[in-house]
């Protein structure tokens, strides 16, 4: 399951979540743009890269499109190596509003991996909104959706 | 005078100081890397620019060198535009530890831009690391230099 937790003192989400793969295929999920676009966000969405260069000082852009309605995303890769990707991300719809997100593969051995997802932003007017948005469901049908392609052998 | 401030609830520092220049000026003096590499770091400390993207998804990474020591410092530009410039820096000694860092330039007429930066991290421990860091000197120094060069007309 999706564990999501606000921190009680810092405008920080933290986001656990265990995947039967190794660190290399979670890491190759969040890399590979068509990989990416696959499995992100909530079922019935759809999305489409604009924009992907998953390297350290790289940037990427994406649009999530449901129902005739789009989303775009867009940030920068602060580093990226193989336990750890730093980005910067924001919804364009609220342009000014940045996350500096850090995603941690943490190996537990016998091919499990625990993804440490952690969202900093500068208030805790901005965390509790996002908390508000629908975020858990987007998270548990793109998890799930990532489950069902490390299962089947797509990543 | 540069006003530093720590936020009371928040893994935050707020710096302020105004410049006798337009936002245009002082927008340069931060994206060129030749100006910037000129004022940047307190006095007696050399800069050099390794790597420069100034543009939004773009990325950087410069070493300040004094008595042979050298610092290295790199992130990457989450968004450039007119009155804003959001970036990730990281301090090589500390590989991992990311601040998410917003200037302003705020117009206030008659040929004066407030810049207001702030710097957010992930905890109050690396915050007021930074504040015992001697990131005061290292800042008014800086920004003497930077004022130098706007007087004399070199930005």
Redesign the interface.
């Known amino acids: 399951m999706t564990r999501i937790e606000a921190d009680p003192a810092?405008?920080?989400i933290r986001i656990t979540r265990d995947f039967r793969a190794t660190p290399e295929r979670l890491l190759r999920a969040h890399t590979d743009p068509e990989l990416y676009a696959r499995w992100v966000g909530p079922d019935g969405m759809h999305t489409r890269i604009e924009?992907w260069?998953a390297r350290?000082?790289?940037?990427y852009r994406f649009v999530s499109v449901r129902d005739g309605a789009e989303y775009a995303f867009?940030?920068?890769?602060?580093?990226i190596r193989p336990d750890?990707i730093?980005r910067?991300f924001?919804w364009e719809g609220d342009p000014?509003g940045?996350a500096?997100e850090?995603l941690r593969f943490e190996d537990l051995g016998g091919g499990t991996t625990r993804l440490h997802t952690?969202s900093?932003v500068?208030?805790f007017e901005s965390r509790d909104a996002w908390l508000r948005s629908g975020m858990e469901t987007g998270l548990d049908d793109g998890y799930a959706k990532l489950e069902r392609m490390l299962a089947d052998g797509t990543v």
Do not use: A, M, Y
Request: one cysteine or more; proline letters at 4%.
């Open positions: 810092l405008p920080i924009q260069d350290t000082g790289g940037s867009r940030g920068c890769f602060h580093e750890r730093v910067t924001t000014d940045v500096l850090t952690q900093l500068e208030s």
